[in-house]
């Protein structure tokens, strides 16, 4: 069987150093691996619609900001299909087949629905489309038969979802779907990055985001104000690692090289955070060291970034080659669903010819 990834992302906002270390990262090293037959990349415009449908534009216009970010992290569409989730009817249809096979009980119990409904303080007024896009995401997924989803931690619930609905719909119909298996990131500091102000999650809506086309200046501010231990008030006193966000980003970006460059005074980051927890480490030297391994990083895709800013028309071509090869998956998929479900009326000669002798003898 053929090893196939499916993954994305809602064109909500510029992408960020958590996408970057969460999922972006390890997208393109499994895009460079050679292990994979075809990658699909997902810009989940339909799903950004879901809680913006009265601000279109918004979406609009972070469609070509999230492909900018795509290539810009090494994302190359000669490896990877980038596409655009409207350009691709046939994932509607999928998801209408698929909501006979879920109950609304269910969906309620989904821990990231629940979570995002209290987010948004939707209560009682939840947009259906918004309630039920666990189920269109299982059509994303199961319209290029994937067997790989690289997710965060926080998205397992919904890959469990998928893999429900296709145990259900290959129970119903036969085999015909692929269940697919989740990936997470192999460092497990990268599987929630904390926002900068110390929140549990780094959120475009909370503010609390670097983004990788930040400039550099922008990255500095927003380091040097991070909130660290509260109680670190002196160099001399015990610093908490725990729970830190300046601890957090070096164990998802701190290199042994990044100390023999920036900070010798250490040989890795087990050193330095042994010396802050014991006292005589201040904050803003620690905060030094990770704008500087942070730097490094971004440079290079912040440079990228501006190379294909001065091509957008080429940027739109990349998506809609991306988006035409993904409709014809998704196309063959659709026929075998409805092959499965007996509605492929004008293709079952068998059906004609039986109703034929039916009614003519």
Request: charge should be negative; hydrophobic fraction near 35%.
């Amino acid at each position: 069987m053929s090893k196939i990834i499916l993954t994305g992302d809602r064109p909500t906002g510029r992408l960020h150093v958590g996408h970057y270390v969460g999922s972006l990262r390890e997208r393109v090293r499994l895009q460079n691996s050679g292990e994979y037959d075809k990658i699909f990349i997902m810009i989940a415009d339909a799903q950004a619609l879901t809680d913006n449908a009265e601000n279109p534009e918004k979406v609009r216009q972070n469609v070509i900001e999230v492909a900018l970010d795509y290539l810009s992290v090494g994302l190359d569409p000669a490896k990877s299909s980038i596409l655009i989730q409207t350009q691709i009817p046939e994932l509607t249809e999928l998801s209408f087949y698929y909501m006979n096979l879920v109950t609304v009980s269910r969906l309620q119990r989904n821990p990231t629905v629940k979570a995002e409904i209290q987010m948004r303080n939707f209560e009682a007024n939840i947009p259906v489309g918004f309630f039920t896009y666990p189920i269109s995401q299982a059509a994303d997924i199961t319209a290029f038969l994937a067997t790989t989803v690289p997710v965060g931690e926080d998205q397992l619930p919904m890959l469990e979802q998928t893999r429900e609905i296709v145990r259900k719909f290959n129970s119903v119909y036969g085999e015909t779907l692929v269940e697919p298996e989740a990936l997470l990131p192999s460092n497990k500091a990268c599987l929630r990055l904390p926002g900068i102000d110390g929140k549990a999650k780094m959120s475009k809506s909370l503010g609390n985001c670097i983004y990788l086309s930040d400039t550099e200046e922008e990255v500095r501010q927003k380091v040097m104000s991070m909130f660290t231990d509260p109680n670190h008030l002196r160099v001399s006193d015990p610093g908490q690692v725990e729970g830190n966000p300046v601890s957090s980003y070096l164990d998802a970006f701190a290199r042994d090289e990044h100390f023999a460059e920036f900070c010798p005074d250490y040989q890795n980051l087990d050193e330095m955070k042994a010396h802050y927890s014991r006292g005589g480490l201040g904050d803003v030297k620690v905060k030094r060291f990770l704008n500087n391994v942070l730097q490094t990083e971004l440079a290079p895709i912040r440079a990228k970034r501006k190379e294909y800013e001065r091509d957008i028309p080429g940027v739109y071509d990349i998506l809609r080659k991306g988006s035409d090869k993904a409709r014809e998956e998704a196309a063959h998929t659709l026929d075998m669903v409805r092959s499965a479900m007996r509605i492929n009326y004008f293709d079952d000669a068998e059906l004609i010819r039986a109703q034929s002798e039916k009614f003519n003898g």
